[in-house]
């Protein structure tokens, strides 16, 4: 039997990014601006959802919770603002994610595509549940959980990220 050496990654060796002023305003003005008006030109691309995307990508990279609630709120309630919803329902569903991509992205590696899928696969699905709480229970909205579309959703947001975060890593620069 071969000994195969356990590796670990301290919390400070994990690198964390920071991005410009030019980059850190413009590419989440860029998702909430194409996912305001492609959707409503081709309804199959609704169920991607590119702010949501962007929230997950800063979290993970920057790696600070505070930032990363922050980004999530601010996407959120602009993508609010741009909707016919209730004002608060994605910024606090994307407030949510981001605190949580972020404490996700301290503890392991999201560099890799495959964690990639994964944490944004299961960050959608806390996404669409924290929506779905505070839209029905809260504001009362008649809304039906509906598993196999927000499973192919999870899966298709994931396979985007993969895609995205590759682009998007060309922003970051180390800290």
Do not use: C
């Not at 790696?63 to 994605?90: E, K, N, P």
């Not at 504001?139 to 499973?151: D, F, H, K, P």
Request: no cysteine; hydrophobic share 55%.
């Amino acid at each position: 039997m071969t000994d195969v050496p356990i590796v670990r990654t301290s919390r400070e060796e994990i690198e964390v990014y920071r991005f410009g002023p030019i980059a850190s305003v413009l590419i989440p003005v860029l998702a909430l601006l194409v996912q305001a008006f492609i959707p409503a030109r081709f309804h199959a691309a609704a169920i991607l959802d590119l702010p949501f995307l962007v929230t997950v990508f800063f979290a993970v990279t920057r790696r600070s919770q505070f930032a990363g609630m922050l980004t999530g709120a601010i996407i959120g309630l602009v993508q609010d603002a741009l909707t016919h919803q209730a004002i608060g329902l994605y910024g606090i569903a994307k407030t949510v994610v981001g605190y949580g991509a972020s404490s996700l992205g301290v503890k392991i590696d999201v560099e890799n595509p495959g964690t990639r899928l994964l944490v944004t696969g299961g960050f959608y699905l806390v996404h669409q549940a924290v929506y779905f709480l505070v839209a029905r229970n809260i504001l009362g909205v008649a809304m039906e959980w509906l598993w196999a579309r927000t499973l192919l959703a999870a899966l298709l947001n994931g396979l985007a990220a993969i895609v995205l975060f590759a682009v998007l890593d060309r922003f970051k620069h180390s800290t």
